[in-house]
């Protein structure tokens, strides 16, 4: 079983039903869970993931709902201090990013999926597509 940190992106493309984007996104987490790999996000994407959610939705419960949805499935990593400060020196240009890699790779996670690849060029953690994943 493998640990797999899954982008913001992703998940927003599930919940938003991103037209382009929401088959290979959905596809991807569906197999990681069959697999029985351990799914997950950040506390930070979640923060994320509640502002974008709720600018679509317009409702605080049902954007309440959809996070206590996604904690039944999603474990929730922590990003400490040492996390922020690496990213401020990482090889990785966009500093989210850095903070989502070295989270990654403190948490012991063995990839990060998004869509977003070129974001993570000089990543020192293995980073997948959803449509290479599926």
Request: charged content about 30%; some cysteine; hydrophobic content about 40%.
């Amino acid at each position: 079983m493998k640990k797999v940190l899954v982008d913001t992106c992703v998940i927003i493309d599930i919940l938003l039903d991103r037209e382009k984007f929401v088959d290979d996104s959905y596809s991807a987490v569906s197999k990681l869970i069959r697999k029985g790999d351990t799914i997950c996000t950040t506390a930070k994407a979640m923060t994320d993931i509640f502002y974008i959610v709720h600018h679509s939705l317009h409702d605080n419960d049902k954007t309440k709902e959809v996070l206590l949805k996604l904690s039944r499935v999603y474990q929730i990593l922590d990003t400490k201090e040492k996390d922020t400060i690496m990213a401020i020196t990482s090889d990785v240009a966009d500093y989210e990013d850095a903070v989502m890699v070295e989270t990654a790779i403190a948490n012991k996670v063995d990839f990060i999926l998004t869509r977003n690849i070129k974001d993570y060029k000089k990543a020192k953690i293995k980073v997948i597509s959803p449509t290479e994943l599926n």
